[in-house]
Nanobody, 121 residues
Framework: QVQLVESGGGLVQPGGSLRLSCAAS????????MGWYRQAPGKQRELVAA???????DYADSVKGRFTISRDNAKNTVYLQMNSLKPEDTAVYYC???????????????WGRGTQVTVSS
């Protein structure tokens, strides 16, 4: 019943910016962490950025200094501000959340369906 819905993807020129959003809804007791992964054609899915409920962040080396992850815990929403975009950032971006649906179990990973980001002139 948990659902993650991404938005904000699209076509942007190199050097441009996009902001991705992901809202989690459904039977959520608590969210341990949320993050963004991406997968380009012919490549494996990779972690882009992640943030814990406490605010600790982690970034892939390739996006450090260009991307910023943030969250709104009250809205169960995570954002990815992407600046100085490069063609190699082109990929499907997937939202991920590790969350608990009840107090009695550990957190499990849930995934959104993905949003396409294309960086091209």
């Amino acid at each position: 019943q948990v659902q993650l819905v991404e938005s904000g993807g699209g076509l942007v020129q190199p050097g441009g910016s996009l902001r991705l959003s992901c809202a989690a809804s459904g039977s959520i007791f608590s969210i341990n962490a949320m993050g963004w992964y991406r997968q380009a054609p012919g490549k494996q899915r990779e972690l882009v950025a992640a943030i814990t409920s406490a605010g600790s962040t982690d970034y892939a080396d390739s996006v450090k200094g260009r991307f910023t992850i943030s969250r709104d815990n009250a809205k169960n929403t995570v954002y990815l501000q992407m600046n100085s975009l490069k063609p190699e950032d082109t990929a499907v971006y997937y939202c991920n959340a590790n969350l608990k649906t009840t107090v009695w179990v550990r957190g499990y990973d849930y995934w959104g369906r993905g949003t396409q980001v294309t960086v091209s002139s």
